[in-house]
C-alpha cells in the first residue's frame, strides 16, 4: 500500500528564519565554522577500490551493531555501493564482503547499496534478529540482512533475508527505475513495538517512509508513504531561489536519522541545510534547522566543468555559519534523560558541526578529524555514532566515511575510499560537550 502526502508549500519554513534580523552572510564564507577544534584518529579500515579490480566498491555509509553481551564483539557494516557491504570488526578488520547481488525480485537486478542502518529485535525465523536496513537504489527497494548474534565471531556475521518481490519504493516500474531516481538515504526507527524505514529518493526532494514486515519468506515493509519537501525559497529581497543542480534534477535529500526517544526526522538537504521533520510524514510543519553557507545564492550549471557557479560572485548569501555545501550524513548521539546531540557532516569544507538535540537545536561547534599515521578525513559522506562503549571506544564511537582515502597503504592511481573511528570522548572534550 503507497500513500502520497501533500507537498509542502515551497516558502513554508523559510519565512520565520530569514528575518531582517538576520544579514545576508558572504557567499563564500571562512573555512569551518567559529568553533572547530581538531580530533585526530589513527584507526582506518582497508581502502576499498572503485575500479574494476576493486569490484567497482566506493564507500559511502556506515552503521554501527553493539554486541548486547561483549562489546568487543560488536560490528561495523558500510555500504560499498556496486561493491555491496563490508563488515568491519571493533579494531576495522574487514571480516566479511557481500556482493551486491540481483534482488528477490523477478526483474531484479544487481543491486548498488547506498546507505544502512540497523533494526533490534525483529521476529525472523521466531527468533528476535538484529537486522543491517539497506537502501538499494539500483532496484528502488530496500534489503535485509540478519546479524549473527555472535557478531564479529560469526564466521559470516551477515545473512540477507530480503522477502521477495518487494514493490518499488518510488517507482511505478522497472523502466522508472532505471532512470536512477531511486532509494538514496535510509535510517530505520523503531517505536511502540513497529520498526520503520525513512528513505530519501535520489535527484527529487520526496522522503518516504515504510512499516517493515517480517514472515516466512523473509523481511518486507508496507505502507509506504511520500511527502515532497521544499524545492525552491523564497528570500527576503523578493526572488524565489532555486538551489542550481544538473538538468532533470531537483535539490535532493540523503543523511537521515530519527531521534528513537522524540520520533524526530532530522534530514541534510544536501544544497539546502538541516531539516527537523516530525514524524508520521505529514503530522506537523517541518523546520530548517541550519542552512548551508550559500543559501539564496542565484547559480548557473556549466555543462562543460558539470559545476555551478555564482551568477554575481559578489551577492550576498542568506545561509548559516555551519554547514557549507553538500550536507551530508546525520547521526544522533544521545545522553541522559531527552539530552544528546545531532552530528552532520559539512562534506564542502571537512567538517562535522554538532546541534543540540532539544529545544531550537541550537549549534555548539564543530570539529575535524586529522590522522595520526593515517590520512585526514576528508570529504566524508555517511557517518555513524554509539552513545554505548564499543570495544576499546568506552564513551562511544564515531565512524565516518572519507573520500579521498590517501593514507600510506593506498594505491596512489586508484580512486580509494574508506571509513575511519574516532572515539566520541575526543570530540566531547575538544567541544567542551557535557
Not at 84 to 95: F, I, K, P, S
Request: charged share 25%; net charge negative; aromatic share 8%.
Amino acid at each position: 500500500m503507497r500513500r502520497r502526502l501533500a507537498a509542502l508549500p515551497a516558502a513554508l519554513l523559510l519565512l520565520p528564519l530569514l528575518t531582517p534580523a538576520a544579514a545576508p552572510a558572504s557567499a563564500t564564507g571562512d573555512r569551518g565554522t567559529d568553533r572547530t577544534a581538531v580530533v585526530t584518529t589513527s584507526v582506518e579500515t582497508p581502502p576499498l577500490y572503485d575500479d574494476e579490480a576493486g569490484g567497482n566498491a566506493s564507500g559511502d555509509d556506515p552503521a554501527i551493531w553493539v554486541h548486547p553481551e561483549d562489546s568487543a564483539r560488536s560490528l561495523v557494516v558500510a555500504t560499498a555501493k556496486e561493491g555491496g557491504l563490508r563488515v568491519y570488526d571493533v579494531a576495522a578488520t574487514e571480516l566479511q564482503s557481500v556482493a551486491a547481488t540481483p534482488a528477490p525480485r523477478a526483474d531484479g537486478v544487481p543491486g548498488r547499496y547506498n546507505n544502512v542502518d540497523i533494526a533490534y529485535g525483529l521476529d525472523v525465523d521466531g527468533e528476535p534478529t538484529d537486522v543491517a536496513v539497506v537502501s538499494d537504489r539500483y532496484n528502488d527497494q530496500i534489503r535485509f540482512f540478519a546479524i549473527d548474534p555472535a557478531g564479529a565471531a560469526a564466521a559470516a556475521p551477515l545473512t540477507e533475508v530480503t522477502a521477495p518481490g518487494l514493490d518499488f519504493l518510488f517507482s511505478p516500474d522497472r523502466e522508472t527505475v532505471d532512470e536512477e531516481h531511486t532509494a538514496y538515504g535510509l535510517a530505520v526507527y523503531q517505536r511502540r513495538g513497529a520498526t520503520y524505514a525513512v528513505v530519501t529518493q535520489e535527484g527529487t526532494t520526496t522522503i518516504a517512509t515504510a512499516r517493515l514486515t517480517t514472515g516466512a519468506d523473509g523481511v518486507g515493509y508496507t505502507d509506504v508513504e511520500h511527502l515532497a519537501m521544499p524545492g525552491e525559497f523564497r528570500l527576503p529581497d523578493g526572488t524565489t531561489w532555486v538551489p542550481c543542480e544538473e538538468p532533470g534534477t531537483g535539490p535532493q535529500l540523503e543523511g537521515v536519522a530519527v531521534d528513537r526517544r522524540t520520533g524526530t526526522l532530522y534530514a541534510a538537504q544536501e544544497d539546502v541545510g538541516l531539516w527537523r521533520v516530525p514524524l508520521p510524514l505529514g503530522s506537523g510543519e517541518p523546520r530548517l534547522v541550519d542552512r548551508v553557507r550559500d543559501f539564496g545564492v542565484h547559480d548557473v550549471y556549466d555543462p562543460a566543468t558539470e559545476e555551478c557557479a555564482p551568477l554575481d560572485p559578489a551577492a550576498p548569501s542568506y545561509g548559516g555559519k555551519h554547514l557549507t555545501a553538500d550536507a551530508e550524513g546525520v547521526d544522533i548521539w544521545y545522553g541522559p534523560g531527552r539530552t544528546g546531540y545531532v552530528i552532520v557532516s559539512s562534506q564542502g569544507d571537512d567538517t562535522y558541526p554538532v546541534y543540540a538535540l532539544t529545544g531550537r537545536n541550537r549549534p555548539l561547534g564543530a570539529f575535524r578529524v586529522a590522522g595520526d599515521g593515517v590520512d585526514d578525513v576528508n570529504g566524508s559522506d555517511g557517518l555513524a555514532v554509539s552513545n554505548a562503549p564499543v570495544g576499546g571506544y568506552r564513551s562511544g564511537l564515531l565512524v565516518t566515511h572519507d573520500e579521498p582515502e590517501t593514507g600510506p597503504d593506498t594505491e596512489p592511481d586508484r580512486d580509494a575510499t574508506g571509513f575511519s573511528y574516532v572515539h566520541w570522548g575526543d570530540v566531547a572534550d575538544a567541544l567542551r560537550l557535557p
